[in-house]
């Protein structure tokens, strides 16, 4: 989503809270002299930009790298030799335990990533990993691969992140979420990074985080270099090298506000094809990303924990119809329109009817909540449509980006729910750099009396924008005003917090889901410090969320 879009979002909304109205400026810093590394870590050695693991199943886990043999072998430069590359995984730190050997090799090709689905695992266990090249080792990594599947789970641990903008500040809140020893994986939900050139967003090169290249990323190596750059983060780093990656993509992958046929930031002709932008993205994501790709033209996936958690990770750009503009928000009612497509719907439908664990877990990358001003009862707003065709069923949405400008889709898939007493789903979710607690009922104009039949807990940004970020104000101050008119306007949400970047912390057990929510001090900190600021939970058989009682183990 465009924090151009975001802050039309934040000022309609100032105008809901009670009259309050937002001052709305953005600075952009001076764009720096582009550098003359090619994208690599600063780092020397062959393995500069880390390990990571990914996509964990009960007997397998994808383990990847990347590996500079030489020094023309810069990330998006095509050059540098083929090399082979071996890894191994054990079941100790000391790797005396050896669970699997391989080889593989790297070259430009793959920008001498290197992938592998290291097999034959026990399930429910924790390994360690590392690769071997030109008689170099490289760090050690941390994996676990997933309970089986029926296996009876008492709890799940997973961090929860997205919106990680390198020139939005430091990712102290990763550094965090790397000191824990207790995941099972880390859900990332999308925009891992940003496409913008220097000065574009955040405080960039004012702070030492220039982009890489410091121009709009366009081309392969653009997009090479720029996931290059990301990799070579140290706190990023240890993440990756501490827990599985369980990820999606958003738009910012690609390019803001992204659809099946184009996006808001891409202009045909001066940035080249569209299809041919898309494929360049998907396909260094692809190489870049600790990813199960068994079909490369699929990212949406699912995986199992056990009898405790079902886990359906979406991808919301590649198969949605374009954006409505804001004069022709009754559009977003359209059931020709799609935010997942047929395929995918079909593929979630099935998931959520058929899973046989107690809870099924959607890895979501834009609000499916509800967020209107004002929501009228439908037999309110029917008669209107009736009358002048211009207010969709479910309100007039603020942000069109989100499941808002595509009611008809998130209507099919809550009916779903309640026609089928379809319990326990819980939407996981990025995008909107703040926090977010929300019941979903099918109509949110009648709620409660229209039942929820579904939850949505979503994650802030580690440094991308927020509220007090655009406004240039002490957090905490015109923010509280509009969160309190958004939740007079919007009864179903229960908790949101515009100001704070950080990450979440998610426990599953077969009692409860709990979310908890942390929060750095300054992202423009290298030193940030992290504490918890609030924890919320959905008892099973509830569909609802509830204060909890009791933060989560630090």
Partial sequence: MSFLNRRRFLSAAGITAAGVTVPLTV???????????????????????GVASGDPLPDAVV??????????????SGAGPTTDVSWEIATDSG??????????????????????????????TTYWYRFICAGETSPAGRARTA???????????????????????????????????????????????????DGEYG?????????????EMVTLSDYRRRHAQYKGDPDLQALHAAAPFIVTWDDHEVTNDAWSGGAENHTSGTEGDWEARRAAARRAWGEWMPVREPDPRRIFR???FGALADLSMLDLRSYRSKQVEQTQLGEVDDPARTITGDEQMRWLKDNLATAKARWKLVGNPVMIAPVVFPPLPQDISRPINDKAGLLPPDGVPIIVDQWDGYTADRRELLS????????DTVF?????????????????????????????????????????????????????????????SNRHVKMLEFDSHGYSLLEVTPERVQMDWVYISDRTDRAATASRATGWQVMAGSNKVSPASTPLAP
């Fill in 416 to 423: 779903h729910l309640h026609d089928n007493g379809i319990d």
């Fill in 63 to 76: 383990l990847w790298t990347r590996v500079t043999p030489t020094q023309e072998a810069q990330p998006g």
């Fill in 302 to 304: 699912r995986l199992t």
């Fill in 95 to 124: 790797f005396r335990g050896i669970a699997a050997t391989g080889q593989a090799s790297a070259g430009p090709t793959g920008d001498h990533t290197v992938k592998v689905d290291a097999k034959g695992l026990t399930a429910g």
């Fill in 203 to 215: 405080p960039g090169p004012a702070i030492g985080r220039g982009h890489v290249p410091a121009t």
């Fill in 428 to 488: 996981l979710t990025g995008d909107i750099h703040s926090s977010w607690v929300a019941d979903l009922p099918v109509d949110a104009g009648t709620y409660p009396t229209s039942p929820s039949v579904a939850t949505e807990l979503v994650c802030t940004s580690i440094t991308s924008d927020n509220l007090d970020d655009i406004t240039k104000s002490e957090p905490r101050t015109t923010s509280v005003a509009v969160e309190e008119g958004i939740k007079a």
């Fill in 27 to 49: 600075v952009n810093a001076t764009a720096a002299p582009d550098p003359t590394d090619a994208g690599a870590s600063s780092a020397d050695g062959i393995f500069r930009h």
């Fill in 147 to 197: 309970p089986a599947p029926t296996a009876t789970v008492p709890a799940l641990r997973f961090g929860v992140v997205s919106c990680a903008n390198y020139m939005g500040g430091f990712f102290s809140a990763y550094r965090h979420l790397a000191g824990r020893s207790d995941l099972d994986a880390v859900l990332h939900l999308g925009d891992y990074l940003y496409e913008y050139g």
